[in-house]
C-alpha cells in the first residue's frame, strides 16, 4: 500500500450557485415598444456576451415560473394568468443549493408579497436581485382591489356593497356587474384613472333567508394585462328576525307557556 511521508491539502474553488428565475406567465407575452414581446427581450439580453461572460462566474440554473416555480423551463411564456413570484421564492428557500437568486421580471404580480419573500431569503443569507424587462410604463390593467359588504344581513332588508376600483394605462368607463347566486342583481360604471382603491357603492335589494354568493365582475374597454383580478366573491348569509318554532303536542304543557313568552 502507498503511505506517503508528505501531504499537501489543496482546496479547490467552485463557482457560487446561483439560480436564475424567469418570469414565464401570461404578461411576460406582452409586446413592447420594438415590437418584440418581453420574453423575447429577455431572452435577447441573456444572450449578450458580456452577460454570458458575468453568469460564467456562477453554477447556473434557470428556474421557470409563473404561479410557483414550473416543473420546466418553458420555449414560450405559459397562458397563466396569475403571477405569484413570492411563491416562488419560497419554494426555492426549501433548497439549499442557491446562494444567489437573480429575478428576471417584467414586475406585473397579481398575488404575493415578493417583499417579504426576499427578505426571508436575505435572512437565511441568500442574495436575491431583480432585473426588470419590459416598457417603465406599466401595461394597462384594471383590479377590483376590495369588495366589502356586511357578512350577515337581516332577511329581505335592503343592504350597501361598496368596491374599491384601480386601473392604470386606462381611460374611460368600465362597467361593474353584481351577480348573486349567478343572478345579476346590479350594475353600475366605474371611471377608470381614479384615484387608487376608488369605487362606487350599491343599494341591493334584500335576500331571501340562507347563505349566498355574490360576486363582483369589472370589464373594461380594451384588452389588459390580467384580468384575473378583476373579480371577487364573498358569502352573505341572510337571517330572519325571529326563529320560527312549531311545536306540536296533544295539550297545553309548560313548554308550551314558555315558547309563547319568547
Known sequence: TVNPAFRMPATVPTPPHLTLLLDASASMGLPDTDGRT?????????????????????????????????????????????????????????????????????????????????????????????????????????????????RVVREHEPFTLSAGVHATGLTGRGKLTITCDGRVVGQCTVPLGQAADAGPSLRLAGLTAGVHLLTAALTVPGPEATPTNNQRSVFVEARRDRDRVLLVAGAPSLEYACLRRV
Open 38 to 150: 418581453r420574453w423575447q427581450s429577455m431572452q435577447a439580453m441573456l444572450a449578450r456576451p458580456d452577460v454570458a461572460a458575468a453568469l460564467r462566474r456562477f453554477q447556473v440554473r434557470r428556474q421557470a415560473c409563473a404561479r410557483g416555480l414550473l416543473p420546466r423551463a418553458p420555449a414560450a411564456p405559459t397562458d397563466s394568468l396569475t403571477t405569484d413570484l413570492a411563491l416562488a421564492l419560497e419554494q426555492l428557500a426549501t433548497d439549499p443549493r442557491p446562494q444567489h437568486v437573480l429575478l428576471v421580471s417584467d414586475g406585473v404580480v397579481t398575488t404575493g408579497d415578493v417583499l417579504a419573500a426576499a427578505e426571508r431569503l436575505a435572512a437565511r443569507g441568500v442574495t436575491v436581485q431583480a432585473v426588470g424587462v419590459g416598457p417603465l410604463i406599466p401595461p394597462p390593467d384594471a383590479a377590483l382591489t376590495r369588495l366589502q359588504v356586511p
